[in-house]
């Protein structure tokens, strides 16, 4: 069974930071492509970014481009995404999803998802 543990979120101010953390707990020692996805109330979910399995590969989306970094340990199969200067759009629920086969700016391509965490940004 995997199973995806996301932490991290909270509350900041316009221009600040906050790093989100994800963990993939599997029966395996596997490494996982991992990605982030966020829902903002009233809108549709939309990709972030994401890290290939051996961190060879990362993907970001436009808006977060030069802001956001994501990184990876398989030491203990975690990925981290390091949020700067955020501002109010950034606000929405993020989810970390995984999968051992597929890179992907399509959630359907990942197999697990984390519970999601909450970040919000005060302008």
């Known amino acids: 069974q995997v199973e995806v543990v996301d932490s991290g979120g909270g509350l900041t101010q316009t221009g600040g930071s906050l790093t989100l953390s994800c963990r993939v707990l599997?029966?395996?020692?596997?490494?996982?492509?991992v990605a982030w996805f966020r829902q903002a109330p009233g809108k549709a979910q939309e990709f972030v970014a994401a890290i290939s399995r051996t961190s060879t590969q990362r993907l970001y989306s436009d808006f977060v481009q030069g802001r956001f970094t994501v990184s990876k340990t398989n030491a203990n199969n975690t990925a981290y995404l390091q949020m700067d200067s955020l501002n109010p759009e950034d606000t929405a629920v993020y989810s970390c999803?995984?999968?051992?086969?597929?890179?992907?700016?399509?959630?359907?391509?990942?197999?697990?998802w984390g519970q999601g965490t909450q970040v919000t940004v005060s302008s």
């Open positions: 599997g029966r395996t020692s596997d490494a996982y492509n």
């Open positions: 999803v995984a999968d051992p086969l597929y890179l992907s700016k399509s959630k359907t391509s990942y197999a697990y």
